[in-house]
């Protein structure tokens, strides 16, 4: 086992490391500077406001847009000619490295917004000339406008691109809006790029395992190195284990890996036909008036299909535009031996090949030349678990048509959460379970819904109780692929319920006594009506009379679409909401705190008045390093007031560390008699220490605002209680 042994998203080979590691203006220090146009909260998004892009899509003619998207995959463009006069593998390798960004671990990456347009992902080695597929798209996507985004766009190229070449495909859902800013995403702290001397990032010898949340093996490749381990052809194991743990981090099993790389590679050619110092800069870096194009070729090069991408040569099998088993053919009738590409690259070329297994040469389909295998490729015959995988696909076509087609469905909806997201005529029926399925619940009556907070606020459960349960239910969300939320009350689930930051013993008492007295309601609405409740009464009894919404008709998931293993990663090793930390890790506490109010969506003020409000009822966990209470900074827990901020700001108190709590924890004693009035975490005081974030504390703090805190408080709660109701747009 290679993974990272804590399992923190955030525990790294690094020391103390930024949030987001390398950023594209260390990368591109001369990129031009657009965010100073964006402050204030000034957007880069050019759509209207109220710009709906369902409804766009909704409204497009999709019949005629995959007609002309069949028609773009035999229109050879003489500035970059069609391999085989066919862009169908291209569009799949673009489309397959929109998708395979996407990580487990925090969700982000993915094809779900568009990022290939934008730096770093433009400028990725291991998107080399994808800059060329995105252009051949260009006069489609400005045919259909608003109605197709970018990121929708990729996705379905790829598919059409598999149909057009007999591939089988299992759906289409579309439903991705563009965003028009680069995505911050960490993708590690290495300085360099992979073709550049980035460390492999898996080193047992030296005890490294891949650093949680990333998924590729070095800095500016998608998954794997596909020369091996480091570039070493030789260590086929290491091969395997690579690819094991990337594709595992990306939510693929070995069948799943074993399909989706023979069924792609069933296509298309790899690139290497020139040495690689021929070849240009990337297209963040490169000259004004290439106009965004990177990696350029002579064209008369071109022309003749000297092209040079990942360095390697060749295609895979003799019918590179046309699915079927070919890949597994050949690799297992022949014996292959490592050779050199032109451009110097590590690869297998088939010993002895019959003349009828050469492939066509991808200009001159009268010319043939050998077939070859990536490094990558042979472990699907040198590892023993891979082998017999691909031998069964090897002799049962319909199993690997299933597989793939069902594996590739995975790969590009797979951070798009819910099925109610995917829109369009292609959408699936049947349900999978790795879209955390949800029967459709029903609206509750607003009497019933009256009648059952009373009853939970005789229970004697205690506000911090409740808020503490709806939070655990609710606060799984996650914004990056939109899996996690209270639909479904997953919570209840012991996987998940039995997470150190749930408080166990206390959550399981709360949803047993609200499972009795819930009558006909869901229990995921009911924990959510149960906190709001809560979230009334500690206002009322600060003297706030205010209604806390709930917008019901969430369902129940079962325990049969319950897949625990994928819930895994959705498990928080930081809460600063409830002022948890699991273990210290390699970024400071508060980066968690941001990170995940980033999950959920939200804004400085949101986090800030969700941060003062939780902690003024009490709501925070009990977990053993810091003790209960700590972070209560307030004489009246239980109350919705602020309090909290009052305290934090005021100059009555000195905070020190507590010596051995290695900078986590802090006593806040008073300044005028020595007494310690306090105890704080990182996530507490860095609303007092940081300057932006005391501005806004600040404003919670002031006299006459104590009802605005309560408000913003309760809507910033039922922004994260709604967070994942889908079915409600
Ligand atoms: Fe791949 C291509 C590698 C997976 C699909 N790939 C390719 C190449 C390489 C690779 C190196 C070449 C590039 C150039 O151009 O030069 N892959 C690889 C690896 C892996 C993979 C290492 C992991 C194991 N693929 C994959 C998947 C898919 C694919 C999963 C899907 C599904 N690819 C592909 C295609 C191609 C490639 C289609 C072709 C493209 C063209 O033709 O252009």
Redesign the pocket.
């Known amino acids: 086992k290679t993974g990272d042994i804590s399992g923190c998203p955030f525990h790294g080979n690094a020391g103390t490391r930024d949030l987001f590691g390398r950023r594209n203006r260390d990368w591109w220090p001369d990129q031009l500077d657009l965010e100073i146009l964006t402050e204030g909260g000034r957007a880069a998004d050019p759509m209207d406001e109220d710009f709906d892009y369902c409804e766009a899509f909704n409204a497009i003619d999709y019949k005629a847009l995959k007609q002309d998207l069949t028609d773009l995959m035999t229109d050879s463009q003489d500035w970059w000619p069609a391999?085989y006069g066919h862009y169908g593998?291209?569009f799949?390798?673009m489309a397959?490295h929109a998708a395979?960004t996407y990580r487990t671990g925090d969700g982000r990456g993915g094809g779900g917004s568009g990022q290939q347009r934008f730096a770093p992902l433009n400028s990725w080695p291991d998107n080399?000339?994808l800059d060329k597929a995105r252009r051949l798209l260009w006069p489609i996507k400005q045919k259909y406008g608003k109605h197709i985004s970018w990121a929708d766009l990729f996705i379905l190229t790829g598919n059409v691109a598999i149909e057009s070449m007999g591939g089988p495909v299992f759906g289409f859902g579309g439903g991705r809006k563009d965003v028009f800013d680069p995505e911050t995403v960490y993708w590690g702290t290495e300085e360099k790029w992979v073709d550049t001397g980035a460390e492999t990032r898996i080193q047992p010898d030296e005890g490294m395992a891949l650093e949680n949340p990333l998924a590729a093996i070095q800095m500016g490749l998608i998954?794997?190195n596909?020369e091996g381990p480091g570039g070493n052809p030789h260590d086929a194991e290491g091969m395997a284990r690579d690819?094991r743990e990337t594709f595992a981090r990306m939510a693929m099993n070995d069948e799943e890996t074993v399909a989706?790389?023979a069924?792609?590679?069933a296509?298309?050619?790899?690139?290497?036909a020139k040495p690689a110092d021929t070849f240009g800069s990337a297209p963040e870096g490169e000259a004004l008036h290439r106009m965004g194009f990177g990696w350029l070729t002579d064209p008369e090069e071109i022309g003749k299909g000297h092209i040079t991408?990942?360095?390697?040569e060749g295609a895979w099998t003799p019918n590179?535009t046309q699915w079927g088993n070919d890949y597994f053919r050949l690799l297992f009738k022949y014996d292959y031996e490592l050779v050199q590409s032109p451009a110097g690259a590590n690869q297998w070329q088939p010993i002895n090949p019959d003349p009828e297994d050469m492939a066509p040469d991808a200009r001159d389909p009268s010319k043939k030349v050998p077939t070859m295998m990536?490094t990558?490729d042979m472990a699907l015959k040198r590892d023993p678990e891979y082998r017999k995988i691909s031998e069964r696909f090897r002799d049962d076509q319909a199993a690997l048509d299933d597989a793939f087609a069902r594996a590739?469905f995975k790969?590009c909806h797979r951070d798009m959460g819910p099925k109610v997201r995917y829109l369009g005529p292609e959408v699936p029926e049947e349900d999978l379970i790795w879209q955390d399925p949800v029967p459709a619940g029903t609206q509750v009556s607003d009497s019933d819904v009256s009648a059952f907070k009373s009853k939970v606020l005789d229970s004697g459960l205690t506000v911090s109780e409740l808020v503490k349960a709806a939070w655990a239910s609710a606060s799984t969300y996650r914004n990056s692929d939109h899996r996690g939320g209270a639909n479904g009350a997953h919570i209840r689930f012991d996987e998940i319920k039995n997470w150190k930051v749930n408080d166990p013993e206390e959550l399981d008492k709360v949803l047993t006594k609200l499972d009795e007295i819930r009558g006909g309601i869901s229990m995921a609405d009911a924990i959510v009506i149960a906190g709001s409740a809560a979230v009334e009464k500690a206002a009322k009894d600060a003297g706030f009379d205010i209604t806390v919404p709930v917008t019901t008709g969430r369902g129940d998931a079962s325990r049969e679409d319950f897949d625990a293993e994928s819930w895994e990663p959705l498990e928080p090793f930081a809460d600063g909401f409830r002022n948890y930390l699991k273990t210290k890790a390699s970024v400071k506490t508060e980066d968690m705190l941001v990170d995940r109010a980033h999950l959920l969506g939200l804004s400085i003020p949101e986090m800030t008045a969700l941060v003062g409000g939780m902690r003024a009822m009490g709501a925070v966990t009990k977990h053993t390093t810091h003790g209960n209470r700590i972070g209560v900074l307030t004489e009246t827990p239980g109350k919705l007031d602020n309090s909290w901020f009052v305290n934090l700001l005021g100059m009555g108190v000195i905070w020190e560390v507590v010596d051995e709590s290695g900078d986590e924890e802090f006593v806040g004693t008073c300044r005028k008699t020595g007494k310690e009035l306090w105890r704080a975490t990182r996530t507490d005081l860095v609303f007092g220490s940081n300057s932006r974030l005391r501005a806004v504390a600040e404003v919670y703090a002031e006299n006459g605002n104590e009802e605005k805190f309560v408000r913003d408080f309760v809507k910033a709660w039922t922004k994260v209680m709604d967070a994942d109701r889908f079915d409600l747009t």
């Not at 296509?267 to 290497?272: D, R, V």
């Not at 991408?309 to 390697?312: A, Q």
């Open positions: 391999d593998p291209f799949i390798r397959w395979g080399g000339n998954y794997v596909p690819m989706l790389t069924g792609g590679h296509f298309g050619k790899a690139h290497g991408t990942s360095g390697i590179p990536t990558a590739w790969l």
